[in-house]
């Protein structure tokens, strides 16, 4: 049934797809990936959580947001998969192999590498554990080493290819420079992918393009990539976190250039988003489906994330 649902769906996609191919989908939505919530902290009304800045990072970007929750069937994450334009992997703190925030990436990355090679393009983008869980579906195992990243703001060092790179290209060039120059990436990791472990494994390094690398002072780490052949974006880095979060700490910048390097990365990805055709089956299952049926709750200046939206 799932075999039969999905094959129908997509030769309609790929007919959709091809007639509007000219144009851009001006009403993009994108998914973004709750996740167990380990804590448990005070505020929780819920098992399962996003991040309220992740919200607003697309919303400020042109785009709105369905929140997909954890703990869902195949056939639910198709049928959204279906519907949504492009999906974000947040940050956060779960397990790689064995989370439902894990085993759900891995159904949309098997379903958007699927759509792609079937010409419906369906960007995704991870951020930081996103990234991680990206890496790791590529590389088909887990290659992330420690690094002294908890909570430091780094300069990207660019690689040449990210001058030609689609991510990049699309920065006005003095923010390019002062993303090279000053140190307004925000880190907040213990694991990385190092240079070294990436280049031993053929499946990431035929797979992703590295844009940009940083160091701990021991190991050099990989902090921005893009796939060569697929419309899937990483960064190991925090853009969403100078407009959007508050807590005072090491690694938090709220200059300008930081603000506007947020916004470039997330007018990016709904750019993206714009190239792809999914819809929900009708306005009232769209309605239905989006964040503004939820409510963030406000868990202080100095929470690690000042609103969350959380779910059952
Ligand atoms: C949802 O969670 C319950 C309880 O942990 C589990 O028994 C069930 O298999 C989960 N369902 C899916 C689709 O993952
Ligand atoms: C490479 O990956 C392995 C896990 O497969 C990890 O134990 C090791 O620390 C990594 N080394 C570096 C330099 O990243
Ligand atoms: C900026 O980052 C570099 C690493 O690229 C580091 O050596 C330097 O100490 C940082 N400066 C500040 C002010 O944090
Ligand atoms: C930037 O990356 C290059 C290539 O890996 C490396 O040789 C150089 O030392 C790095 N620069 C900094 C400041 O980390």
Redesign the pocket.
Known sequence: MFAALSACVWSEMRASAAATSLSLNQRPIIGVLAQENLQRDRFAQGSSYIAASYVKYLEAAGARVVPIRI???EEEYTEIFFSINGLLLPGGDVDLQTS?CSQAARIFYNLALRANDARDYFPIWGTCQGFQQLSFFTAKENLLTLTDTRAVALPLNFTRMSHSSRLFRSFPKDLLQTLAEENITSNFHRWSLSTQNYSRNTNLKRFYKILSTNNDGKKEFISTMEAYRYPFYAVQWHPEKSPFEWIDKPGMVHSTAAVRACFHTASFLVSEAMKNFHRFSSPADEDKALIYNFSPVFRGVDAVFVQNYYFD
């Open positions: 703990n869902r069937t439902q």
